[in-house]
């Protein structure tokens, strides 16, 4: 089993839309979980931290499930703009960060 | 430069030659990684350097790759008998993150070498 599971999508969808990605990971012991974005050949860049109580930046909600070892990412409102792919991102303390493949998201006119 | 600079941006070698990539992060950063990345596919981990603590080598694929951190500042990856295989986006970021604190783990990527072993 992979450490860190995205569905790699590609999920398309037209401006507006509010769009869903999940992350599964395996290591119980992991403290850490974040959302990166990549756009086409660039390097990855921090979207967000996910922290267990939840947390919301403007159109982007980040939820944090423990029991069940899962990540949510939303996007309300998709502008074009954030089309890109979406890497979950998870670690335990004093470990590196351990990348998943990345959700790619299309977001048309 | 206030980002984390990586050097050369484009590697083209022959297969069996040795490559050095060479990575200089944001200064004061105590942990330094090493990713890959082949086309279409998520980040691989490679290797991690954090301060003075032995680097934890677990996601090097073979013994043909080694990394170096010098004075706890700049590293380099050196593959040797670069395989066809090894063709790839080689990333190197830095966090802050100090050793057993987790909370502070925000990478700042350099922009890869782009190597291609032909």
């Known amino acids: 089993r992979k450490e860190v599971e ?25 403290q850490s979980f974040f959302w990166y974005r990549q756009d086409c050949r660039k390097e990855p860049k921090l979207l967000m931290s996910v922290y267990s109580s939840g947390n919301e930046d403007g159109r982007f909600t980040a939820q944090l499930n423990r029991a069940s070892q899962y990540i949510s990412l939303l996007i309300r409102d998709s502008k074009l703009s954030d089309s890109a792919t979406y890497l979950c991102v998870v670690n335990q303390a004093g470990t590196a960060l351990i990348f998943g493949k990345g959700t790619t998201l299309s977001v048309s006119s | 430069g206030a980002g984390v600079s990586q050097s050369p941006s484009n590697k083209v070698t022959e297969k069996g030659k040795d490559v050095e990539l060479r990575c200089d992060p944001i200064s004061g950063h105590t942990a330094l990684y090493w990713y890959r990345q082949s086309l279409g596919q998520g980040l691989e981990f490679l290797i991690y350097f954090q301060g003075n603590s032995a680097p934890d080598k677990s996601g090097l694929p073979s013994d043909r790759f080694s990394a170096e951190r010098t004075g706890g500042s700049v590293s380099t990856l050196t593959i040797q008998r670069t395989q066809q295989e090894d063709s790839a986006v080689y990333l190197c970021a830095s966090s802050l993150a100090t050793f057993m604190r987790a909370t502070n783990e925000k990478l700042f990527f350099g922009s890869g070498t782009q190597l291609s072993v032909l």
Do not use: L, R
């Not at chain 1, 995205?6 to 119980?28: H, I, K, L, M, R």
């Open chain 1, 6 to 30: 995205q569905d790699p999508g590609p999920f398309n969808v037209p401006e507006g839309a509010t769009v869903a990605f999940n992350c599964t990971y395996s290591n119980s012991a992991s």
